[in-house]
């Protein structure tokens, strides 16, 4: 298993170095231009093979695409206020309230943002809150370190969509994916994504910590394994998003995959910095300031 995945991850890091210097160059290699065979076949996806013709991997090509992966064009953005429908209004401290959760779920639906994300302990205060609203709540799991089990964080991430959560954010195995160790880092991501079925998971990266070696392997990973989404930082870290790893990480998913900027966007600039680099989602605790334009001396 391991060295299956090890071989896999080598070829599509591989390809995925020559698309951006095909990018670079002003072309593209004529696998990402062709149309895509069906998949899910018998011949592309048997067991023995390493990766598809037209698809970096089979698990790639049969991965779940779900949550909000399309494009978010300028025409949808005329003032900041629509930006409001793409971002996560986020309390991830510690020493968060029950009133500060409420709080945070009144603030999402009069201003229409999509999600609430909250720690765990909290979701079920939020779900309740949140209830008859179009508004979803979020669990993070794993939170902030991601070195944990990955039993751990399928228990974890089960007793939040019990307790309500609509979406999960789990950290990657920071640890193991620096350690090369590329079916463990599989492993957990594909046991959360199979704990939280029908709901949607989002794979934090922590790009600040990372390679660029790294950031592809990991979003690579995250597709395979079935994420909707890839994500840059819990914000807990020394950095957060910029819109270079976003449009990297954008380039590595293409389309099928969201791409969730979060950590250190604090404004309706920031905010659309990270839309044209290819973002989709945005998690922030400066919500209100970036579409209203106000100032927010907000860290995540």
Not at 31 to 59: L, M, Q
Not at 118 to 138: D, E, F, Y
Not at 259 to 280: C, H, I, L, P
Request: charged share 25%.
């Amino acid at each position: 298993m391991a060295d299956d995945v090890n071989a896999i991850v080598d070829e599509i890091t591989d390809r995925v170095r020559r698309r951006l210097d095909a990018l670079r160059a002003g072309t593209e290699e004529p696998c990402t231009t062709s149309a895509p065979k069906t998949v899910g076949s018998a011949e592309e996806c048997a067991p023995s093979c390493s990766a598809c013709p037209n698809h970096d991997t089979c698990g790639t090509s049969l991965s779940v695409r779900r949550g909000d992966s399309a494009r978010v064009t300028p025409d949808k953005l005329r003032t900041s206020a629509d930006i409001a429908p793409y971002i996560d209004h986020t309390l991830l401290k510690p020493e968060a309230t029950a009133a500060e959760v409420v709080k945070l779920c009144d603030e999402a639906r009069k201003y229409g943002f999509a999600t609430v994300c909250v720690n765990a302990i909290n979701v079920g205060t939020a779900a309740r809150a949140l209830a008859g609203s179009s508004v979803k709540p979020i669990a993070v799991v794993g939170f902030p370190l991601g070195a944990m089990t990955a039993s751990s964080k399928a228990f974890e991430t089960r007793e939040a969509v019990r307790c309500g959560a609509k979406e999960i954010d789990m950290v990657i195995n920071i640890g193991a994916l620096k350690s090369k160790d590329y079916a463990l880092v599989l492993h957990d991501i594909q046991m959360v994504v199979n704990a939280s079925k029908p709901v949607p998971v989002k794979v934090i990266l922590e790009t600040s910590q990372l390679t660029d070696e790294e950031k592809i392997i990991g979003s690579s990973l995250s597709k395979a394994a079935g994420a909707a989404f890839v994500k840059t930082s819990t914000g807990f870290a020394k950095g957060g998003a910029t819109a270079e790893d976003v449009a990297l990480m954008r380039r590595i998913v293409g389309d099928d995959v969201g791409v969730k900027a979060s950590g250190g966007v604090r404004s309706t600039e920031d905010a659309m910095k990270m839309f044209a680099a290819g973002a989709n989602r945005i998690g922030a605790s400066a919500s209100i300031a970036i579409v209203t334009g106000a100032k927010s001396d907000s860290k995540y």
